[in-house]
């Protein structure tokens, strides 16, 4: 593990409603909790807490400075204001470096362009972006790396049986069969798309086809069942008001 991100917090007296104002100057409500730990209510300033999540995320342990005092921590939890696409609240997971923690690891696909199947005009499409691990928190890593090396044909995969972790770290995941990447050939992945595409809509054509309305049955053009106010009536045919009084 890389050194500690820091990032230095203030304990703060502001809660409830009354935090909004605390995001008018650009500061950021958070909870520091964890086991042994008495749950602190703190304030961080935003630019610095935005460059803190996309460096650490929710894996890499951070160092948080309390106002003088130091704590190791994980981010638990991010709260997200999705109108101002901005962070509204952070909780964080005070930990201690032999504390085992469970947290998510990116996963990251390394030789791919040295594969054969990627020399032969073929994708390698990844489908797991993270991988759960448990592990010391002194021990957890950055990222996992895994090989496409061997990857050679369309059909080709990669899976957890794929993955090397370090020593002191293990998966949480039981089934080594699930698939981390596969390779996939262009042409027959666009043909499968347009075929996915094509099928969802025609059925939904045919499902508004059946919630429309029976169409009532229509007097064809031109005829009406009695004649319009001033017209006269068609040579043989009695005014209405007549054929009823015979």
């Not at 759960?132 to 090396?149: F, N, Y």
């Not at 998966?171 to 042409?187: F, H, K, R, S, Y």
């Amino acid at each position: 593990m890389s050194d500690k991100v820091v990032l230095s917090v203030k304990k703060r007296e502001v809660t409830g409603k009354k935090v909004a104002t605390l995001r008018e100057d650009e500061l950021v409500p958070a909870v520091v909790y964890g086991r042994d730990f008495a749950p602190v209510n703190v304030q961080v300033e935003y630019l610095p807490l935005v460059r803190m999540v996309r460096v650490a995320g929710t894996h890499t342990p951070v160092e948080l400075d309390i106002e003088g005092e130091k704590q190791t921590a994980i981010i638990k939890s991010i709260d997200m204001d999705y109108v101002k696409n901005r962070i509204s609240h952070i909780s964080f997971q005070a930990v201690s470096a032999d504390q085992v923690v469970t947290t998510e690891v990116p996963v990251v696909i390394v030789g791919g362009e040295e594969s054969l199947a990627q020399k032969a005009g073929l994708e390698i499409v990844q489908v797991m972006m993270e991988l759960e691990v448990r592990a010391k928190t002194a021990d957890l890593p950055e990222k996992i790396e895994v090989s496409a090396l061997g990857l050679e044909k369309h059909g080709d995969k990669l899976t957890l049986k794929d993955v090397k972790v370090p020593d002191g770290v293990e998966m949480t995941e039981e089934d080594m069969n699930l698939a981390i990447a596969n390779v996939e050939d262009p042409a027959i992945a666009a043909a499968k798309a347009e075929a996915a595409e094509k099928a969802a809509r025609e059925a939904e054509e045919a499902r508004k086809a059946a919630e429309a309305p029976a169409e009532e049955a229509a007097v064809p053009e031109g005829e009406s069942e009695t004649p319009a106010e001033g017209e006269t009536p068609a040579e043989g045919e009695k005014p209405a008001e007549e054929a009823k009084t015979e």
